[in-house]
């Protein structure tokens, strides 16, 4: 039997007994391997065994998978079980019923039945690579459609989208090889690349997709993988930039929203009938429709029921993929800073984005750095001081804000790249290293310290003390992005629902809830409210004493967790209005960009989010973005959301 995987190369469909080996890189770090095995059986249906297993920062993720196919391909029974990233777990099963037309779908505990299309496949996310490998044959020997239905997800809206993306030419040991390189979209939020070599081999996948970047290579091949990234970089790149053509804005170069009610992000009193004139991506004028008048034939936005603020700033992503671009901003989030990834990758975003022909919001980046080793967190790393600089010139040199410290930075090591950091004008951010406690950190040069727990484990060691903990935090202007919201997920206990914290999940696609939807902790274990209600003491104790806390997400539910984590807040006791700020231009004041963003007012950017309602009469109110405006640039955030398969939010008012 012969399958044609391009228009002019037929290949044996498998040996008798196909295998391979592929080296998993989590951020370009070697953690893993995935083995898999076809085994052909006497009636011609065929078995494919894979099985991936890598270690990440000290955690184990194992998976494996079972696929049993007729000869065809056509699936017959499919396993998956283990993980996919340290908080998610996959456990699915899909059996073919004798009657050939419907299948028993399991997922995790819950089963059901299920008619099969005429054509599908079973997949479930992103690992084994090697699934994807009979998925891509599957799909060449029928037809190539453009939508392939795929169990356990249930249609519609969870077809796996296929496309050639191009060739890749590398070389095994001298010897030219010639890649064909695919664009897998919606097996895991998001597009992947996938290669197959000339005989159908899966040759290697580039997973900027679904978390965390995560990267396979056959390990004949492992001296191409710069050459793999590059290659996906570009694909994604391509991807946003066309959805940036296809996306147009609703207004941009000159135009006014008058009615709304504006808090203008300097804590001032609200104006209610605000007028506020747009033009050239900036603000020309903004105030009380007495003191503003709309230029003659300018075109208004109507403004009237809903609230005008400042453009929120997302102070913890990871921007793994190009689909957190018209995310963030459908979300109201204009400015994000990014706290590690791939260099490539980021940087590339970053640049498309700032040329404005790539939907997203303004990135703001922090370099990674770790010691080297197992266990460490990407590839870029320090274990002397002298590396440590060297590091800090690389990044300033990529236009980098920031730097951000990652876990196992040798005391010594913090203290010369926070040294020379702040002679380049940069500032620090990250986590506290092992051994160190956030106070040390702080002292060893540390200007911003990334998630709440080394912060609130001081205060809390401290006990009586714990003024003076604030006051040292204080002394020295810390920022903390406590990073609240992943923390709540995380700990969630498995019997409460997501959406009931957090609406924006019941929005989401298939391809994130089936995955996040498995993280969370056993009901017995999870943070009791009394721990919680700790927590948020201590939140409003540094707050109050003038700590600056910056809202940030660690990822969680594609733009939707920023407004849970200032929810977080205001149940701290925080106001809506010191919420709102801070998430505002006290992010901007942090990151030093206050004098061109972060406010509603004459000269600063025009990055502005329209509400319906008014946040500080009903807090969620903030979630119902109606309109987004960056860079001077207007978007509808329901046409966003659905172009990363999200449910809207609000029902936008007539125009
Ligand atoms: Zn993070």
Redesign the pocket.
Request: hydrophobic fraction near 0%; glycine fraction near 14%; charged fraction near 15%.
């Given at each position: 039997m012969l399958i044609l995987l391009t228009a002019t190369l037929a290949v044996p469909l498998l040996a008798a007994d196909e295998h391979g080996a592929l080296t998993l890189y989590f951020l370009q770090l070697p953690v893993g391997e995935e083995t898999y095995r076809v085994t052909t059986e006497a009636d011609g249906s065929l078995t494919l065994h894979a099985s991936f297993e890598y270690a990440e920062r000290g955690s184990r993720v194992p998976l494996s998978a079972t696929l049993r196919m007729k000869p065809d391909l056509t699936p017959l029974q499919f396993e998956a079980k283990g993980k996919s990233y340290r908080p998610f777990s996959v456990d699915a099963a899909v059996q073919v019923n004798p009657d050939g037309l419907t299948a028993t779908v399991r997922e995790g505990e819950k089963t059901r039945q299920a008619a099969l299309p005429a054509r599908f496949f079973t997949i479930s996310g992103y690992a084994p690579f090697s699934v994807q490998m009979m998925l891509l044959r599957y799909w060449a020997g029928h037809g190539k459609p453009a939508r392939l239905a795929q169990l356990p997800a249930e249609a519609p809206g969870t077809e796996a989208q296929i496309e050639v993306a191009g060739q890749d030419a590398i070389e095994e040991s001298g010897r030219p090889v010639r890649l064909t390189r695919y664009s897998v979209g919606n097996v895991v939020w998001g597009r992947e690349t996938i290669w197959l070599n000339e005989s159908g081999e899966l040759a290697g996948g580039v997973s900027y997709a679904g978390g965390l970047p995560l990267e396979a290579i056959r390990t004949e091949y492992r001296p191409a993988f710069p050459q793999l990234i590059r290659s996906a970089v570009a694909d994604r790149m391509k991807e946003l930039a066309a959805e940036g053509s296809r996306i147009q804005p609703l207004a941009k170069g000159e135009f006014a929203i008058a009615g709304a009610t504006l808090i203008d992000g300097t804590g001032a009193a609200t104006v209610p009938d605000a007028v506020v004139v747009v033009r050239d991506g900036k603000i020309a004028a903004a105030g009380a429709r007495s003191q503003v008048a709309v230029p003659k034939g300018m075109p208004v936005i109507d403004g009237r029921g809903a609230t005008l603020l400042p453009g929120l700033w997302e102070m913890?992503a990871?921007f793994a993929q190009v689909e957190w671009g018209p995310a963030y901003l459908a979300a109201g989030v204009t400015t994000a800073r990014d706290?590690?990834g791939e260099f490539e990758f980021i940087t590339s975003v970053r640049d498309l984005i700032e040329s404005g022909r790539g939907l997203g919001p303004h990135l703001v980046l922090a370099g990674l750095v770790d010691r080297s080793g197992t266990g460490t967190f990407g590839v870029n790393w320090a274990d002397t001081p002298a590396q440590g600089r060297a590091q800090v010139a690389r990044y300033k040199a990529a236009g980098f804000a920031q730097m951000k410290i990652y876990s196992r930075i040798q005391p010594d090591v913090l203290a010369a790249i926070a040294t020379e950091a702040h002679r380049q004008g940069m500032t620090v951010t990250g986590h506290v290293p092992e051994g160190m406690t956030a106070m040390q950190a702080v002292e060893a040069g540390m200007d911003q310290i990334?998630h709440f727990g080394p912060v609130y484990q001081e205060v809390r060691r401290a006990g009586d003390g714990r003024e003076r903990v604030i006051q040292f935090f204080k002394d020295h202007h810390t920022v903390v992005d406590p990073?609240m919201a992943w923390g709540e997920l995380l700990g969630r206990p498995m019997n409460v629902d997501i959406a009931s914290f957090e609406p924006g999940f019941a929005k989401a696609p298939y391809t994130l809830t089936s995955v996040i939807g498995t993280a969370g902790t056993p009901a017995a274990n999870a943070p009791q409210n009394a721990r919680w209600n700790d927590q948020f003491a201590v939140l409003h104790a540094l707050y109050t004493a003038g700590i600056p806390i910056v809202a940030g997400t660690?990822k969680a539910v594609p733009g939707h967790s920023l407004h849970r984590e200032l929810e977080l807040y205001v149940q701290a006791g925080l106001t809506p209005m010191e919420v709102i700020q801070l998430a505002t231009s006290g992010a901007a004041k942090v990151m030093r960009m206050d004098g061109e963003v972060g406010t509603v007012e004459a000269g600063k950017r025009a990055d502005l989010i329209l509400v319906q309602g008014n946040p500080l009469e009903n807090f969620a109110d903030l979630r119902k973005v109606m309109r987004v405006v960056t860079k001077g640039r207007m978007y509808d955030p329901a046409e966003l959301w659905k172009s990363v398969g999200f449910r809207s939010v609000v029902s936008l008012l007539a125009p």
């Open positions: 913890h990871h706290c590690g990334n990073t660690d």
